[in-house]
Structures are given as C-alpha cells and as structure tokens.
C-alpha cells in the first residue's frame, strides 16, 4: 500500500508540474496546443474567415445586413478566436458583437460557460441552432472578403474589347479629366460606368495598348475596367459602377456622421488596392480622394489608376500647370518628374490626411508655388482633427525627404490593420 501511496504521488507531483509549466507558458505568451490544432479544423470552414481585422468584419457584416450574420475571426491576441455576429433585436440600425471562443481547463471549447464542446467547430454547430447566451443564433454564415468576382460576371478578362451594340445609356454622372461619364447598362443587364472620352484629351492609341494590361489588373478594392470601344468615335471605357460616387464628396457630405473606426477602414480599403497595384508593379501617378469611389456599402475603391500617362493636356501633366497635382506630389516628381511606388505612398499620406479631416483640401491657403517651396523646405501637414498621434505618425513616415525612406504599401497594411486591432 506504501508502494501505491507512494506512486499516486509522483503521478500527483508530475500533474502539478505540468499545470505549472503550462501556466508559465501561458504567461510567456504561449497559447494551447489544442488552439493550433483546431486551426487545421476552421480553416476549411465557411464562416472562418483568415487575416479579417474587428473593422473588416463588422464592414462585411454591415453589407450582408443579415440577422445573425456572423463570422469567426483570428483574434488580436495570436491563436485566440473570436465570433463576431450581427443583430437587429437591440437597433434597427443593427448592432454587432464579438465573442472570444474561451477554453477550460480540460481543453474543452465555448462560447456559452455551460455548453463546451472539444472543437470550435462544434461551438459553432451548436450555437447555429442555440442562443444560450448570445445576442442571437448564429444563423448565417458570412463568407471572407477577397475573392475578385466582378459585378458583371459576363465580362471575360481575355475579351476586353466591348461591342458598343451591348451598352445602353442610362443618365449622366458627371464629367471627369477625359470627358462626360454616364451610367449605363451592358446586355441590358450590368450596371456600368461609361467614359465617352472627348476628342483630344488622350493619347488614344497609347491607352487602347495598354487596356489589355488594365482589364486584367483585378482586386476587390480596385474599380475594375471591364474593356474599351475603340472602333468608332468617342472612344468609350467601361468600367465598374460604383453607387455612391467619388470618395472626396462622400467625405465632404457624409464624412462627419463616420466614425473613426470607419475612417481608418477606409484607408485600409485604398492601401489594400495600392499593395495589390505595387505588387503588379504598377503606378497610380494621381492618388487622392477625388480619384476613389465609394460603393453601397461604403466600401472605397481606387480608380483611374495610370491614367495620367495618356492625359493631353499640358497643365495636368506638367508641374508648372496650374491642374497639376502639387499638393499630392513628393519633391521628386514636382522637382524631377520621377514616378514610382514610392511617390504614390506619398500621395497615399496625403489621401489618409483627406480622410481624416472629412474631405478638406491639403494646404488650402497656400498657392501651388507656395507648397512646392514649403515641401522642399520640409514643411509636411498638420495632423487632422479625426487621426490619432499615431496614424498621424504613419502619415508623416509617408512623407519623408527620400523615397527609400518611405514604408511600402504592403508595410503600411500591416500598420493600419495593427492600429485597428487595437480597437478590439
């Protein structure tokens, strides 16, 4: 019997020893094994969604408006998951909330402290069919954003040459650099943006070349260019519509009424579109909020990127114009005309700073000449009253003298999504 006492023990001791060392883990920063093999059961799931931050997935559930809309998100703390669901029972505006997927003692996964489950996909089947405890039943599973499934599904990126027979025009939108934009239909049934591009305002030729290339350029925060009617005169460019227009007025009308997570949302949604165009090695030359457009979930887009190329006209493309983009532009261009992806970074900063001060005009009171001698001199923008001290300090790295001093979009994307962590 002393033997068996003396066993029990040592098998006690080495259980204890383990508890301890799994809570010294815990405290270093380590996370449970069972959390990194549950990441192979999620991943294949619908509702998983991978690398979404708490503003991107409160943006999708927003657009899905759906009630019990949820989704399952890696949380801010590495290996951690969190459930975030969307409800009408508490505002008719609906409201979202986000639940950490917690662990007990003996490894078992809930939501709810008294119904666990030994995986997380089991949590979620359970709480599709119960509440218990949650603002609602998981009801609907909202799938990740990034899949590039263009409006116009019938548009093949191989046939970017569009038959002008197919396009009906519908009522004008306004007019842009090139010429009058309308809204349009294609096959009577897309919705489409139509640029009837006026005579002398491009290098047609030049552009009709380079649309191949375009067409094929395909991210969900990039407008998409569906093909061009190059056959007759004007020549027309078909691209993605976008319902609530350019960024700069949405701001200007609506910026105030936006939060500040949503804010910061947006200039995820550019950086995101300008990481995809710097990764092609593509440039955009004229980044600002007038050259984005706004969709019907608020979700912003970049258009006209590498448009400028094919502009004619003299004052837009020279750094004397006076419709030249001065207060946009780093002291390489306005000094040297010399384009890359890390003079669009710089214009990027300037956007950020459009952003957060709901649609002002950078330095409003200066002239052109005066801003080119302020920026040489290294004066930069004050900090908008909507940005925190620390974006406004990722907007100032933007603005550095040297071009290799300046982060790339990609480093930029880690930040923001970083920054909106924080609001978990």
């Known amino acids: 019997s002393s033997r068996l006492l003396l066993h029990s023990l040592l098998k006690c001791s080495k259980l204890i020893a383990c508890v301890h060392f799994y809570v010294f883990l815990r405290n270093k920063g380590f ?29 999708l559930l927003r657009q899905e408006d759906k009630e019990g809309g949820f989704v399952v998100r890696e949380s801010s703390k590495k290996g951690v998951y969190t459930v975030s669901v969307y409800t009408k029972t508490l505002s008719v505006h609906g409201e979202i909330r986000h639940y950490q997927i917690k662990i007990t003692d003996t490894e078992q996964f809930y939501l709810a402290e ?21 603002v ?35 009522k004008e939108l306004g007019c842009g650099q090139f010429g009058v934009v309308k809204l349009g239909k294609w096959r009577g049934q897309h919705k489409v943006a139509i640029k009837a591009i006026r005579d002398g305002a491009m290098y047609e030729e ?4 380079e649309a191949k290339v375009m067409t094929r350029l395909c991210h969900p925060k990039l407008v998409q260019l569906y093909g061009v009617c190059f056959k007759q005169r004007p020549l027309l460019i078909i691209a993605e519509f976008l ?23 947006m200039c995820q949604d550019v950086c995101e579109g300008m990481e995809y165009l710097e990764a092609h090695s593509f440039l955009h030359r004229d980044l600002a909020a007038r050259n984005c457009l706004v969709d019907e979930h608020n979700v912003v887009k970049v258009s006209d990127f590498g448009m400028t190329r094919y502009v004619l006209d003299n004052q837009y493309t020279s750094s004397n114009g006076a419709k030249f983009p001065v207060k946009w532009s780093p002291p390489e261009v306005l000094h ?24 002002q005009t950078p330095f409003e009171n200066r002239s052109n000449l005066e801003v080119v001698n302020d920026i040489t001199k290294g004066v930069r923008l004050y900090r908008p009253h909507r940005a925190s001290p620390q974006l406004h300090s990722i907007m100032y790295r933007c603005w550095h003298e040297k071009p290799q001093g300046r982060p790339t979009f990609s480093e930029l994307l880690e930040e923001i999504r970083k920054l909106a962590e924080n609001q978990e």
């Open 31 to 59: 996370i449970p094994s069972n959390y990194v093999t549950e990441k192979n059961k999620i991943e294949a799931n619908s509702w998983y969604c991978k690398n979404i931050t708490r503003t991107e997935a409160e943006q």
């Open 114 to 134: 008294k119904h666990v489950f030994s995986s997380i996909p089991d949590v979620i089947h359970y709480h599709e069919h119960n509440a218990a405890g949650l």
């Open 136 to 170: 609602t039943r998981l009801r609907y599973a909202v799938g990740s954003m990034g899949k590039c499934v263009p409006a116009t599904a019938g548009f093949s990126s191989e046939k970017w040459e569009i038959n002008p027979n197919e396009l009906t025009f519908m």
């Open 206 to 209: 030049d552009f009709i070349e």
């Open 243 to 265: 319902e609530n227009g350019c960024l700069l007025n949405f701001l200007r009308q609506k910026g105030r009424a936006l939060k500040e997570a949503w804010l910061l949302s």
């Open 336 to 359: 040297y005309s010399k384009y890359s992806s890390k003079s669009d970074v710089w214009s990027f900063g300037v956007l950020m700073w459009e952003i957060h001060s709901e649609g």
